[in-house]
Nanobody, 123 residues
């Protein structure tokens, strides 16, 4: 069982930055992939970024490439999402997720989820 707890959301003006954190309860993740998804009001949950826990390979949605950066601190069992040059369309609840195996883009493929943290970007 894996418990995930997100933090770091908030209100920021367009062009600003935020860093989200996701603390994980599991001590080792082996071949796990960790990811960030987001869900805006009235929209489906969408993929943002994922990272392989051991190798550190990353992948991003086109909408955030060049602005967001996913990383992990293995010693702290913590996942991060650095978000720069934020836009109003980035407003959503952001979720941390984990799965055993390689990274995929479908939310249904992830086994463990955090409770979400709200990010609001004002214009």
């Amino acid at each position: 069982q894996v418990q995930l707890v997100e933090s770091g959301g908030g209100l920021v003006q367009a062009g600003g930055s935020l860093r989200l954190s996701c603390a994980a309860s599991r001590r080792t993740f082996g071949t796990y992939t960790m990811a960030w998804f987001r869900q805006a009001p009235g929209k489906e949950r969408e993929f943002v970024a994922h990272i392989s826990w051991i190798a550190g390979n990353t992948d991003y949605a086109d909408s955030v490439k060049g602005r967001f950066s996913i990383s992990r601190d293995m010693a702290k069992n913590t996942l991060y999402l650095q978000m720069n040059n934020l836009k109003p369309e980035d407003t959503a609840v952001y979720y941390c997720a984990a799965r055993s195996g390689g990274g995929i883009y479908l939310s249904s493929g992830y086994d463990y989820w955090g409770q979400g943290t709200q990010v609001t970007v004002s214009s």
